[in-house]
Structures are given as structure tokens and as C-alpha cells.
């Protein structure tokens, strides 16, 4: 997914990953393409799909309910927003970040770096984006070749803790509350956002 807007350069890159893994039977692809890039893709997805393939492949312009979009997943493709990676955090989700290049102050590859130093995502640069990296990357984790199982472990040590840090019981509390409360919606804006009124109470 590339981010609200979706994104050209991910869009091509996933199908490209679609072309080259689409024999693989244990195989599920689920791509937001962002509005504006629905039509493009559906049409490339089917000229790919005339050649067949086992791999299940859905395109969605956009997801409402996102979380249920991330239970589905096993490894998320995305850009690195602060809101996708609040989501993935609060998810325990291993990842493949894509920074959006032209983002403020570098912010987005910034926050992908955070949970690359944490063992729990990969980071791939927009300009050295192509789709046979993606899928090989793609590959490695499904075959256990990419260390998926360490950046799971990690990506599961990022969510929800069920200890409060030793400094802050009352604030943790507060926050475990609301996150118990995030099963619908877009649970990482609202993580966001009680961690931001939390931080300046």
C-alpha cells in the first residue's frame, strides 16, 4: 500500500511481484492501490492475469477498516507515515518499507529507520524500488530465508506490552485502555492521537 493517495512506483513494483510469484499456490496478495491508480492497475493486473497463476491477487482503491486488512497479513509492503507505522507497530507486523522521497524533513525514512534498527522491518529506498527487488525480498521472508521469524519476534516486541514501563503506570494505564478500544476503525490514528494527548497532559 502507498500510503492515502497510493503510490506509481509501489503499484508497478507489487505487480511485478504478482508476475514473478504467481505459481506460488500458498500465496496471497492484497494491494491498495489508492483511487487515482485503481483503473491503471486493474487493467495491468488483468493482462498478468491472462497467463494464469495460483498466487490469489485482490485490488482494493482503498480500506476503511484497516484492521481488518492487517489480520490478514504476514508482511505488510507500505510507505512509513507516522500513522502506517503506528499500524504495523500496534499489529506486530514484520514489513518492507518504501519512504515516500519527498516527504518533510526526510520524516517518513525516518520512520522507517526506527523499526529497521529494531529488527522488525526492511527498508528499500524509492529510487532503488524495482519489482524483482521486492520479490526477492518477498520470497526470502515466505521461505524463512529473509530472518522472518526474528522480525516478527520484533515487530511483536513493538506492540502493545502487557507491563507498564516502571515511570509511567498512569499514563501506560490510560493508553492500554484506549488501545483495548481500537478492535474498528483506523486504530493507529487513534493511537496517535491519545499518545499525543497523553505526552502534553
Not at 31 to 51: P, Q, S
Not at 65 to 70: A, D, S, T, V
Not at 143 to 159: F, W
Amino acid at each position: 500500500m502507498g500510503g492515502s493517495q497510493g503510490a506509481r512506483s509501489i503499484n508497478a513494483a507489487a505487480l511485478k511481484v504478482y508476475e514473478r510469484l504467481r505459481d506460488r499456490s500458498d500465496l496471497q496478495m492484497l494491494h491498495i492501490t489508492g483511487r487515482g491508480h485503481f483503473a491503471e492497475v486493474e487493467n495491468e493486473l488483468d493482462i498478468i492475469k491472462e497467463r494464469k497463476g495460483g498466487a490469489l491477487y485482490r485490488i482494493f482503491p482503498y480500506m476503511e477498516e484497516m484492521n481488518l486488512f492487517y489480520q490478514a497479513c504476514d508482511v505488510v509492503v507500505a510507505r512509513s507515515g507516522a500513522t502506517t507505522v503506528a499500524e504495523i507497530s500496534f499489529f506486530g507486523l514484520p514489513s518492507i518499507l518504501i519512504p515516500y522521497p519527498y516527504a518533510t524533513q526526510d520524516h517518513q525514512r525516518l520512520n522507517a529507520e526506527v523499526l529497521a534498527n529494531k529488527g522488525a522491518a526492511l527498508v528499500i529506498l524509492d529510487k532503488d524500488l524495482k519489482g524483482e527487488i521486492l520479490a526477492q525480498k518477498s520470497r526470502e521472508l515466505m521461505e524463512g530465508r529473509g530472518g522472518y521469524e526474528e522480525m516478527q519476534k520484533r515487530a511483536r516486541e513493538m506492540g502493545w506490552s502487557p507491563s507498564p514501563p516502571p515511570s509511567s503506570h498512569g499514563q501506560y494505564e490510560e493508553m492500554q485502555k484506549r488501545a483495548r478500544e481500537m478492535g474498528a476503525g483506523n486504530a493507529g490514528e487513534r493511537m496517535v492521537e491519545a499518545l499525543l494527548e497523553l505526552t502534553f497532559q
